[in-house]
């Protein structure tokens, strides 16, 4: 059974900085994409940046050249670098993997982190 694990949430001031991590276990094959997105109450959940297998990364308007996603494909982790954050960053982010545990290209989420900017 696959499961993702996020850690690296908290309470940061504005103009900080914060990593989030999402580690994937079990049994697994293969890992194509991988993803943050956020979410606030009564908002849809919206992307804020993915990574494909073939190394190409996108990334939300709101968050270019502030947030920095990586992944590390030895350790089925990927990661969110935020730095530079504002208030309208604090929401519940939650990691997603596409990936292969033996039953072809499936998606799995993380928990979701609460990240919280405020002074």
């Known amino acids: 059974q696959v499961q993702l694990v996020e850690s690296g949430g908290g309470l940061v001031q504005p103009g900080g900085s914060l990593r989030l991590s999402c580690a994937a276990s079990?049994?697994?094959?293969?890992?194509?994409?991988m993803g943050w997105y956020r979410q606030n109450p009564g908002k849809q959940r919206e992307l804020v940046a993915a990574?494909?297998?073939?190394?190409?990364?996108n990334y939300a308007d709101s968050v270019k050249g502030r947030f920095t996603i990586s992944r590390d494909n030895a350790k089925n982790t990927v990661y969110l670098q935020m730095n530079s954050l504002k208030p309208e960053d604090t929401a519940v982010y939650y990691c997603?993997?596409?990936?292969?545990?033996?039953?072809?290209?499936?998606?799995?989420w993380g928990q979701g982190t609460q990240v919280t900017v405020s002074s």
């Open positions: 997603r993997q596409i990936l292969d545990a033996g039953r072809g290209r499936s998606i799995y």
């Open positions: 079990g049994s697994i094959f293969s890992i194509y994409a």
């Open positions: 990574s494909t297998s073939g190394g190409s990364t």
